[in-house]
């Protein structure tokens, strides 16, 4: 990659994608020798990064592995980017259009419940406002690519939003569009909350061990009843 190019792409890592800073020079590695591999020179992307995969699974673990695909998908992401700089306005498109009434009319012989069927069209109308310099006639799978990545990416949705946006966007592109979606491999995935898990001290967990004990103090039930009451 030359230097000019490396320090855009080093500058999308750090202010784009946020990745943390100690981890850009590995990105930056990983790219060099993907672009050195046999893997780069194939046009199916997805296959280029099951074979670079294959490779590095050979020598490396998985968590290298790991950030090596992601780095990968950044950088074609961020290539893509280059290509297609494009900001959200309006589609006025007469075709786009009776697209969104086309799906609103299938979604109801469907019988979708109403906030499904508005969550889908709502989805519908910002990727066509994505792509509204495309043909809808024209819009294939790589175009919900990187939609798909640049919600993870620029817009920092939660994973849970970007499988929504999926949902209704697949349903588009198989039901209105009539567009095959074979694999998204490449896709730049939004990342899930990390959750601390919920564990018991090694006292807690010991005194859980112990066998129960029937405390009743002096005068009964009743009495202790009285006294919780009076506390």
């Known amino acids: 990659m030359p230097k000019q190019q490396a320090q855009t792409f080093e500058a999308y890592l750090q202010k784009t994608a946020r990745i943390p800073s100690k981890h850009i020079p590995y990105y930056l590695q990983w790219i060099e020798?993907?672009?050195?591999?046999?893997?780069?020179g194939r046009t199916d992307r997805q296959q280029s990064?099951?074979?670079?995969?294959?490779?590095?699974?050979r020598s490396c673990e998985s968590w290298r592995v790991k950030q090596a695909c992601t780095a990968i998908r950044h950088y074609w992401f961020w290539q893509d980017r280059r290509q297609h700089q494009k900001r959200f306005r309006p589609a006025?498109?007469?075709?786009?259009?009776?697209?969104?009434?086309?799906?609103?009319?299938?979604l109801r012989l469907q019988h979708k419940a109403y906030r499904t069927e508005q969550t889908y069209l709502g989805w519908i109308?910002?990727?066509?406002?994505?792509?509204?310099?495309?043909?809808?006639?024209c819009i294939e799978q790589t175009h919900l690519r990187h939609y798909l990545s640049f919600l993870a990416v620029e817009r920092r949705v939660s994973a849970a939003t970007q499988q929504q946006a999926f949902n209704a966007l697949l349903f588009l592109f198989r039901h209105i569009l009539h567009v095959p979606i074979e694999g998204l491999a490449e896709t730049i995935?939004?990342?899930?909350?990390?959750?601390?898990?919920?564990?018991?001290?090694?006292?807690?967990?010991?005194?859980?061990?112990?066998?129960?004990?029937r405390i009743v103090p002096p005068g009964g039930r009743n009495h202790l009843c009285g006294r919780i009451a009076a506390a």
């Open 33 to 40: 020798l993907y672009n050195k591999s046999n893997a780069s």
């Open 92 to 106: 006025t498109s007469q075709l786009s259009t009776e697209l969104i009434v086309e799906a609103r009319h299938l």
């Open 125 to 137: 109308r910002r990727f066509l406002d994505f792509v509204k310099q495309i043909d809808p006639s």
């Open 49 to 57: 990064l099951q074979d670079f995969q294959t490779q590095l699974d």
């Open 189 to 213: 995935k939004a990342r899930r909350p990390q959750r601390l898990p919920v564990v018991l001290s090694p006292q807690r967990s010991s005194a859980l061990d112990r066998p129960a004990v």
